[in-house]
T-cell receptor, first 114, second 113 residues
Framework: AQSVAQPEDQVNVAEGNPLTVKCTYS??????LFWYVQYPNRGLQFLLK??????LVKGSYGFEAEFNKSQTSFHLKKPSALVSDSALYFC????????????FGKGTSLLVTP | DTEVTQTPKHLVMGMTNKKSLKCEQH?????MYWYKQKAKKPPELMFV???????INESVPSRFSPECPNSSLLNLHLHALQPEDSALYLC????????????FGPGTRLLVL
C-alpha cells in the first residue's frame, strides 16, 4: 500500500526563519502526494499537492514542497515562518492499490516562536 | 468555493442513543468520504462514496451506518456507540479521480458517554 512517513513529531522555528517539515514516501507506481494543515479544533486545510510535472510545487499561504524522486521525499517548506503557521501538518498519499484512500503520515506539530 | 459543511459541530450522546451526522457540499464533487480522527492522530478513512454508491468500507463496525441520499449530501447514522468511538468525524469531498484534492469539512466532535 502507499504510505508516507513524517520523522519528526515536532518542529520548532523562530519567526522569520525558514521552516521545513519532512515527509518521505513509499509507493508503487507514480505517487499522488498532498500536504494538509490542521489548526486546533478545526478540519484539515489543503496546502498543495504533487501529481506530475515540476518538482517544486507552490501552494497556499506561501508554502511550497519539493518532490525528490531519488530520495523519495516531499518536504514542505516556507522561506519565512509566521507565528500563525503554528499548527499540525500532515503529509498524505493516495493512488495505486490505495485508490481513493488518503494515507496520512502521523503528523508534525509546528511551533513558531516570536 | 471549496466549502464542505458539517452539522452538528459538537455532539454528546449516550451509548443507547441514535444520532446522525450530516455533511453537505455544493462543488459538484461525486466522491464523498467519512474519516475518523482521534486527538493528535492522523485521520483514518471509514467510508468512500462514488456517484452515491458505497465503494469503500474500511471494516467499520455496523454501529456506524453511512448514507448518501444525493450527490451533495452525506450522512453518518450512529447507534449504540461505545465510549472509544469519541473522536472528531471529518467529511471530505473530491472530484471522482484518485489524484483530485479532497476538501475537508470542519468536523463533528463526538463524545460518547
Amino acid at each position: 500500500a502507499q504510505s508516507v512517513a513524517q520523522p519528526e513529531d515536532q518542529v520548532n522555528v523562530a519567526e522569520g526563519n525558514p521552516l521545513t517539515v519532512k515527509c518521505t514516501y513509499s509507493v508503487s507506481g507514480n505517487p499522488y502526494l498532498f500536504w494538509y494543515v490542521q489548526y486546533p479544533n478545526r478540519g484539515l486545510q489543503f496546502l498543495l499537492k504533487y501529481i506530475t510535472g515540476d518538482n517544486l510545487v507552490k501552494g497556499s499561504y506561501g508554502f511550497e514542497a519539493e518532490f525528490n524522486k531519488s530520495q523519495t521525499s516531499f518536504h514542505l517548506k516556507k522561506p519565512s515562518a509566521l507565528v500563525s503557521d503554528s499548527a499540525l501538518y500532515f503529509c498524505a498519499v493516495n493512488g495505486g492499490n490505495s485508490g481513493y484512500a488518503l494515507n496520512f503520515g502521523k503528523g508534525t506539530s509546528l511551533l513558531v516562536t516570536p | 468555493d471549496t466549502e464542505v459543511t458539517q452539522t452538528p459541530k459538537h455532539l454528546v450522546m449516550g451509548m443507547t442513543n441514535k444520532k446522525s451526522l450530516k455533511c453537505e457540499q455544493h462543488m459538484g464533487h461525486r466522491a464523498m468520504y467519512w474519516y475518523k480522527q482521534k486527538a493528535k492522530k492522523p485521520p483514518e478513512l471509514m467510508f468512500v462514496y462514488s456517484y452515491e454508491k458505497l465503494s469503500i468500507n474500511e471494516s467499520v463496525p455496523s454501529r456506524f451506518s453511512p448514507e448518501c441520499p444525493n450527490s451533495s449530501l452525506l450522512n453518518l447514522h450512529l447507534h449504540a456507540l461505545q465510549p472509544e468511538d469519541s473522536a472528531l468525524y471529518l467529511c471530505a469531498s473530491s472530484q471522482d479521480r484518485v489524484q483530485e484534492t479532497q476538501y475537508f469539512g470542519p468536523g463533528t466532535r463526538l463524545l460518547v458517554l
